[in-house]
């Protein structure tokens, strides 16, 4: 049997609105597995939402990689044992939940149980979307210039504290978690620290978009202050996101509207095979 790719990452956009319309398709089903299947996809990341290979000026997104997705109980929450293995590629993009119920899995060294919930995977979606504006200098894959700068105060902040092989090295795999938990702490309840460290690090093909990015903010950082308190406000919802980045879409250039009605996939996503 062998393998085949039916497409290319996230990173792959040819444009701001092809970026942003793949999110919302991204949403959309996700949506459709936790609600319809019961599904918690668990690691959301730009390799795992991959555009199909064609022409069309807007492509079509689709979620794959189902390696460590796991069915959700009755209340949308699925459990990671003592010894679960984790997707690294996936790290930076976790939710401040998960990297901190991770972390103490492998201090204890024992069955705790971290539950993972439809908000982390929305949480997912938005470190995404910032590591993206922020790795990427443009459209196709360009990536940024300097990468590896860790001086350069516009991209060490994400880049250099997100990313676990740059982040904490000599530490255990609990302390690496927790420096990055940390971090994205930071990043997301403080605005002093998000608009100097990680909203001046976009780069400049993306600075139309930092004020998607600080809405985005509020609603992540409104709901992960809901589910760590345990507050009975309305949880985050997959529509609240779509209409948010829908309005972003729309002030962008014109499109044809057909190229707006994101049709229904027959499936949810699967590298194929031959």
Not at 190 to 218: C, H, M, R
Request: glycine content about 6%; some cysteine.
């Amino acid at each position: 049997m062998m393998l085949m790719s039916v497409g290319s990452s996230l990173s792959s956009f040819k444009s701001q609105k092809e970026l942003l319309l793949g999110l919302i398709e991204g949403f959309e089903i996700h949506q459709r597995l936790s609600q319809e299947q019961g599904i918690l996809h668990r690691a959301i990341s730009p390799s795992n939402l991959v555009f199909q290979s064609d022409d069309a000026p807007i492509r079509k997104v689709m979620l794959v990689d189902f390696d460590y997705a796991a069915q959700a109980n009755y209340d949308d929450t699925v459990k990671y044992p003592s010894g679960t293995s984790f997707p690294p590629i996936s790290l930076p993009f976790l939710s401040l939940r998960i990297l901190r119920g991770l972390a103490h899995v492998e201090m204890k060294d024992q069955d705790l149980q971290v539950q993972h919930e439809i908000g982390d995977d929305l949480e997912s979606f938005f470190y995404v979307f910032v590591w993206i504006c922020v790795f990427f200098s443009g459209p196709n894959g360009a990536v940024r210039p300097h990468l590896e700068d860790e001086s350069d105060n516009s991209n060490s902040f994400v880049l250099h504290t997100w990313g676990l092989d740059t982040t904490g090295k000599g530490l255990t795999i609990a302390g690496k978690l927790l420096c990055t938990w940390d971090a994205k702490r930071v990043f997301l309840y403080s605005p002093v620290d998000f608009d100097i460290q990680a909203i001046e690090g976009f780069t400049p093909y993306f600075s139309n978009l930092k004020k998607l990015a600080v809405e985005w903010k509020e609603l992540a950082k409104k709901e992960a202050e809901r589910r760590y308190v345990g507050g009975t406000d309305t949880p985050l919802t997959h529509r609240a996101i779509i209409e948010l980045l829908r309005s972003h879409v729309d002030a962008l250039e014109d499109i044809p509207p057909r190229m707006l009605k994101r049709g229904r996939h027959n499936s949810y996503g699967s590298i194929g095979t031959q």
